[in-house]
């Protein structure tokens, strides 16, 4: 069946067959199709498309696709790959709808979380299909995820020492039942972002040469650590959601998450690993790397940013269409 190029589209006689597969859009008597339509149905041999007056083979029509259009590759081989898994999906602008919505990406794109989060917030059921360089796609479900844990916490009065990079107690209950810093030796060790949260919420006092006063420790900690206190933000967040907060530098991650620990003798899966990104620019093989990895020890990857004064999270995970 032959076809011709007009302007941005591929026009052919109406057919009810093409159609009926769900490709086109009908105009009288003419079938307009997207030009990944239209590359897709010359690459299953159900059309020839022609122009200037001779058939365009598959590599020159790809490249007039590509020079209306220079996202074009990313475009096809997720409609082709989603085709040819028998998704019946159209393409509108630079997304695949269907059931899901799909957004493809190219591999070397970089991408900012707030960016996504703005695009999720328009669909249900959001899918990246991020393209790699040997034209095979890889599927992210995205969630905007409200995260609410069930941990309480009454704790009495305790005291700590300011050590190099840490605070140090021999208070033991704090680690055994609420599962804060890491015990050794009858010693606990506790984190900046946990000694900081406990000194704000009145129950740990701090000392260095002399008793630390929450300031006093803020621009302590912020000098030894980058980002504390960004760091220190979502950390706390997480804890007024009720979570039990704990480093997920095993996981390349910020922190990971449980809903609840009454003992670490019975310590329960952390569910979530938390990653500290707000608006930089992050390259898709790094968030396919988060996502793998959260996946492999049975997690899922969430993203934090801020937005508007609030701290908002994104989840991505790796799915099969």
């Known amino acids: 069946m032959e076809a011709s190029i007009e302007g941005d589209f591929v026009v052919l006689q109406h057919s009810k067959n093409i159609e009926r597969r769900g490709f086109g859009v009908k105009r009288g008597n003419r079938l307009l199709l997207h030009p990944v339509e239209a590359v897709y149905l010359v690459s299953k041999g159900k059309i020839g498309v022609r122009w200037k007056g001779r ?7 790809f490249r007039w696709a590509v020079s209306r259009n220079p ?25 695949l709808t269907g059931r899901s919505v799909f957004l493809p990406l190219s591999e070397r794109e970089k991408i900012t979380m707030p960016w996504l989060f703005e695009i999720k917030r328009n669909f249900d059921n959001f899918i990246l299909a991020v393209v790699d360089e040997e034209s095979e796609v890889t599927y992210y ?49 506790l984190s900046l972002v946990e000694s900081l949260y ?90 396919a790397r988060a996502v793998r990895l959260a996946q492999n020890v049975r997690k899922k990857m969430v993203f934090a940013f801020g937005r508007n004064g609030e701290i908002k999270y994104i989840a991505l995970e790796r799915v099969r269409v």
């Not at 058939?55 to 029509?61: A, D, S, W």
């Not at 907060?245 to 952390?270: A, N």
């Open 141 to 189: 479900k995205v969630t905007d995820i409200e995260l609410t844990g069930k941990q309480e916490e009454k704790m009495g009065r305790l005291r700590g020492y300011f050590v190099g990079d840490r605070v140090l107690t021999d208070n033991t209950s704090i680690f055994r039942k609420y599962f804060y810093g890491t015990e050794k030796n009858g010693i606990v060790s």
């Open 198 to 287: 406990l000194a704000e919420k009145g129950v740990l006092e701090i000392y260095a040469d002399k008793k630390l006063d929450v300031e006093e420790i803020k621009k302590l900690s912020a000098t030894v650590e980058d980002n504390f206190l960004r760091r220190y933000e979502v950390y706390k967040d997480l804890k007024e959601r009720g979570f039990v907060v704990k480093t997920g530098f095993k996981f390349g991650s910020d922190f990971r998450i449980y809903e609840e620990v009454r003992s670490v003798k019975d310590l329960p899966h952390s569910k979530y690993l938390v990653a500290v990104v707000d608006d930089r620019k992050m390259p898709l093989y790094e968030i």
């Open 71 to 95: 996202d074009f590759p990313s475009l096809y081989f997720a409609y082709e790959d989603l085709r040819d898994r028998g998704r019946k999906i159209k393409p509108v602008d630079r997304f």
């Open 55 to 61: 058939t365009l083979t598959f590599p020159e029509l």
